[in-house]
């Protein structure tokens, strides 16, 4: 297939595009896509896009570190726990390791929701079933009032202070 019929064939541009990306196409091809892509808006706009995409699907949200024997979770950016949220998911696949303590730092979640709230509830069920303990870190004042007005806050242990959070282990 040459570059000028696969611009008419979706599929093959988006193959095209992936197989580009991930450095599986020859350098004849490398070099002849390359060239068209320079000169054709739309599949600049396409590159670009997809080159974005694999870079957030490569980089976690979620931040891990340890300090002592405490698993202190931050996300890297802005993040929202609400139903789908890809942070809601990072989160979710955060905890299938076996620690026992577990410290998350809420400090950039700008908007959390009943799914964000589930999730943290069930991790801390999933925690304290193990003989281990879960806290909260840093939540803004919205999130703060939410915890509050749901009851969670009296649940969840929350500390405003890390090295605070960290000795009540």
């Given at each position: 297939?040459?570059?000028?019929?696969?611009?008419?064939?979706?599929?093959?541009?988006?193959?095209?595009?992936?197989?580009?990306?991930?450095?599986?196409?020859?350098?004849?091809?490398?070099?002849?896509?390359?060239?068209?892509?320079?000169?054709?808006?739309?599949?600049?706009?396409?590159?670009?896009?997809?080159?974005?995409?694999?870079a957030g699907l490569r980089h976690?949200?979620?931040?891990?570190?340890?300090?002592?024997?405490?698993?202190?979770?931050?996300?890297?950016?802005?993040?929202?726990?609400?139903?789908q949220s890809f942070e809601l998911?990072?989160?979710?696949?955060?905890?299938?390791?076996?620690?026992?303590?577990?410290?998350?730092?809420?400090?950039?979640?700008?908007?959390?929701?009943?799914?964000?709230?589930?999730?943290?509830?069930?991790?801390?069920?999933?925690?304290?079933?193990?003989?281990?303990?879960?806290?909260?870190?840093?939540?803004?004042?919205?999130?703060?009032?939410?915890?509050?007005?749901?009851?969670?806050?009296?649940?969840?242990?929350?500390?405003?202070?890390?090295?605070?959070?960290?000795?009540?282990?």
């Amino acid at each position: 297939m040459t570059l000028h019929t696969f611009h008419e064939d979706l599929t093959r541009r988006e193959e095209l595009i992936r197989e580009y990306l991930l450095r599986k196409v020859d350098a004849d091809t490398a070099e002849a896509f390359e060239s068209h892509y320079l000169s054709c808006d739309e599949c600049f706009e396409e590159l670009q896009a997809s080159q974005l995409l694999m870079a957030g699907l490569r980089h976690s949200r979620i931040e891990f570190r340890r300090v002592a024997d405490v698993l202190v979770l931050q996300f890297a950016g802005p993040a929202e726990l609400i139903r789908q949220s890809f942070e809601l998911g990072e989160l979710q696949r955060a905890f299938r390791q076996k620690d026992t303590k577990v410290l998350i730092d809420l400090g950039r979640v700008v908007k959390i929701d009943s799914a964000g709230l589930g999730q943290l509830i069930y991790h801390y069920s999933h925690v304290v079933k193990n003989q281990g303990m879960l806290k909260l870190l840093n939540p803004n004042a919205e999130v703060e009032t939410l915890l509050r007005l749901t009851r969670i806050d009296s649940v969840l242990e929350t500390y405003h202070d890390e090295r605070q959070a960290l000795e009540s282990f």
